[in-house]
């Protein structure tokens, strides 16, 4: 039987207190020094970091994750070397289409988000093609982000928004934060409930700003590439053993009052 669309439900904005997270949000960072401890050159450490979101994918699919979204280029990452850059997003295009109708056959529906007016021609249809080919698969929602920054999507978010109220399509009374969170990337995606990040640092970077003010924030060593299914248990499993709060108190909780 399909799974229920989480795009179908009004209640993203809730809190998910249940055991299983509904969405994970992944920043997959490490490749470069997974590839210079290998002495390769740092496109290796992308092409193996490919290799692990495959393997990241299948698994989120037993898990019967609803949505997972992973940082793939920040609007940051064009300060990096031409090279390297010309390098990522060559990747992006022969990883997509690659992989993309097997994501189909596992019933992946693959989203980019992100300002992709940059990206070239070639690029902005690969992704387009995706998004059509996988867009009513029901068994994972796979979203990348790419040329995206959590304050570039607030700030697309405003101007949306003012512009409806000056087209009189939206009274300043009625804008609150419900308006704001559907108006982002992922409007219409329950927010993240785990956060990962490898490699080590202990950073969101610009990252999903708005929709990861309650999500559980998991950091580890290891590097992206090397970052394999037992990796996703323990950080589920971690994710499992917190209690989430949602500014109530433990005692509170126990008559448990938020809507499963
Ligand atoms: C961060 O590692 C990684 C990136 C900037 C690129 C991540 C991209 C992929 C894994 C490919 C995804 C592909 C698709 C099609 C979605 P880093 O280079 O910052 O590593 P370092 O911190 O060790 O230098």
Redesign the pocket.
């Known amino acids: 039987m399909p799974r229920q669309d989480p795009r179908d439900t009004d209640m993203n904005s809730q809190p998910n207190n249940r055991a299983e997270p509904r969405h994970i949000a992944i920043?997959?960072?490490?490749?470069?020094?997974?590839?210079?401890r290998r002495h390769l050159p740092?496109a290796a450490?992308?092409k193996a970091?490919?290799q692990?979101?495959r393997g990241i994918v299948e698994h989120a699919l037993t898990h019967r994750i609803e949505v997972l979204t992973?940082?793939?280029?920040?609007s940051e990452?064009w300060r990096?070397p031409e090279e390297?850059v010309r390098f990522?997003m060559d990747?992006?295009i022969t990883?997509?289409k690659e992989?993309v109708q097997e994501l189909h056959q596992h019933g992946v529906a693959v989203s980019f988000i992100g300002d992709h007016q940059a990206f070239s021609k070639k690029l902005q249809q690969a992704i387009t093609e995706a998004e059509s080919l996988t867009g009513n698969n029901q068994a994972l929602n796979l979203v990348?982000a790419?040329n995206y920054g959590g304050r570039w999507d607030i700030t697309n978010a405003c101007r949306k928004l003012a512009a409806r109220v000056a087209a009189g399509k939206l009274e300043i009374q009625e804008l609150d934060e419900v308006q704001v969170g559907r108006t982002l990337s992922l409007g219409h995606f329950p927010e993240p409930d785990l956060f990962i990040r490898t490699?080590g640092?202990r950073r969101i970077s610009n990252y999903l700003l708005w929709q990861m003010a309650y999500t559980e924030l998991y950091f580890t060593e290891v590097?992206?590439?090397d970052f394999n299914h037992q990796d996703l248990d323990i950080a589920i499993n971690w994710y499992r053993e917190r209690q989430r709060r949602f500014g109530q108190t433990s005692e509170q909780l126990t008559v448990s009052t938020v809507p499963d």
């Not at 920043?27 to 997974?34: A, T």
């Not at 992973?70 to 920040?74: E, L, Q």
């Open positions: 920043i997959m960072d490490g490749n470069g020094r997974w590839a210079s740092r450490g992308h970091g490919v692990a979101l992973v940082y793939a280029f920040s990452n990096r390297e990522l990747l992006f990883s997509l992989q990348v790419a490699g640092e590097l992206w590439p």
